[in-house]
């Protein structure tokens, strides 16, 4: 009888564990939310025709967006083309020469399409030497033009791209430039592969820099691809979420306590047709 009640006692248990694996396994989404795309992923097929692009992205279900080019368009027949599509742009990405040059007129195009953000994603160095001269002007021209920007009612963000992380003192040029820029008009935007590929740890910038973060580009790294300073790869390494060397769980959650308010797929390589729609459903597949 002892027997008996004893199997019958640990096939309920089993049954009970197995119960309890499943919702553990089932759990709540880690990344519920559709994230946005950042144009430059389909900048051969804007090139072609905007509006059937947006037809093919607006399929996929994104409504959210990051413009660095307007393909041709004026701001006011593109913010048309995003309304007919039901797909907002959120930030606008130029280059440090426009915006510097004009940033009156930059703020009105940003507006113009929508956006809340002014990016830029580089600025002036000799190619693959990045200096201390280069890190003072880039933070003396930051708290200038973030200050203009702030001023027409739009933040203005800087996207890291590799090249800022060269060792300098107990840290790096890029932790220099968010130390000495101002957090009420300096925002940033965290590229993932350019900060992995260089040698830094997103999750670590994350975690010191905090809100300082506003936007983040989701993208991931070929497996076994050794990085460097330069601030370039080949475009094949740009590979679908989740298949790479990046820890994006880790990155996600850690950005998520750092109040990243947009999350945008970036995809460089030629494979988008397959990668973008895989790197959609990894996210969707995430679970805390």
């Known amino acids: 009888m002892k027997k008996l009640f004893y199997a019958f006692s640990l096939a309920i248990g089993l049954v009970v564990a197995g119960s309890l694996n499943s919702v553990a396994q089932s759990g709540k989404?880690?990344?519920?939310?559709?994230?946005?795309?950042?144009?430059?992923?389909?900048?051969?097929?804007?090139?072609?025709?905007?509006?059937?692009?947006?037809?093919?992205?607006?399929?996929?279900?994104?409504?959210?967006?990051?413009?660095?080019?307007?393909?041709?368009q004026t701001p006011e027949k593109l913010r048309q083309l995003l309304d007919?599509?039901?797909?907002?742009?959120?930030?606008?990405?130029?280059?440090?020469?426009?915006?510097?040059?004009?940033?009156?007129?930059?703020?009105?195009?940003?507006?113009?399409?929508?956006?809340?953000?002014?990016?830029?994603?580089?600025?002036?160095?000799?190619?693959?030497?990045?200096?201390?001269?280069?890190?003072?002007?880039?933070?003396?021209?930051?708290?200038?033009?973030?200050?203009?920007?702030?001023?027409?009612?739009?933040?203005?963000?800087y996207h890291n791209h590799g090249f800022e992380f060269r060792p300098y003192k107990n840290g790096t040029f890029f932790d220099y430039i968010v130390q000495n820029t101002d957090p009420a008009t300096v925002s940033y935007e965290l590229d993932i592969l350019w900060a992995v590929h260089p040698g830094d740890?997103?999750?670590?910038?994350?975690?010191?820099?905090?809100?300082?973060?506003?936007?983040?580009?989701?993208?991931?790294?070929?497996?076994?691809?050794?990085?460097?300073?330069?601030?370039?790869?080949?475009?094949?390494?740009?590979?679908?979420?989740?298949?790479?060397?990046?820890?994006?769980p880790a990155v996600l959650k850690a950005a998520k306590k750092a109040g990243v308010k947009h999350y945008y797929i970036e995809d460089e390589s030629p494979n988008i047709q397959t990668q973008v729609p895989q790197s959609i459903a990894y996210l969707k597949s995430l679970k805390q």
């Not at 991931?220 to 994006?248: F, R, W």
């Open 29 to 72: 989404p880690l990344f519920p939310e559709m994230p946005g795309l950042v144009s430059y992923t389909y900048r051969h097929s804007f090139a072609k025709d905007v509006s059937a692009t947006l037809d093919t992205i607006q399929r996929l279900g994104f409504r959210d967006m990051e413009f660095s080019n307007l393909f041709g």
């Open 84 to 157: 007919q599509h039901n797909i907002k742009c959120s930030s606008y990405g130029v280059s440090y020469d426009n915006l510097m040059r004009a940033p009156l007129e930059i703020a009105r195009q940003a507006k113009v399409l929508g956006a809340s953000y002014v990016r830029i994603a580089g600025v002036p160095h000799e190619k693959g030497n990045f200096t201390l001269d280069d890190a003072n002007r880039t933070i003396q021209d930051f708290n200038k033009i973030g200050k203009t920007l702030k001023e027409q009612g739009l933040t203005f963000v």
């Open 201 to 248: 740890d997103p999750v670590r910038l994350l975690n010191k820099y905090g809100n300082r973060f506003k936007l983040m580009h989701l993208k991931d790294l070929k497996k076994g691809v050794q990085g460097d300073y330069s601030g370039g790869t080949p475009v094949e390494n740009d590979v679908a979420l989740g298949t790479g060397q990046i820890n994006l």
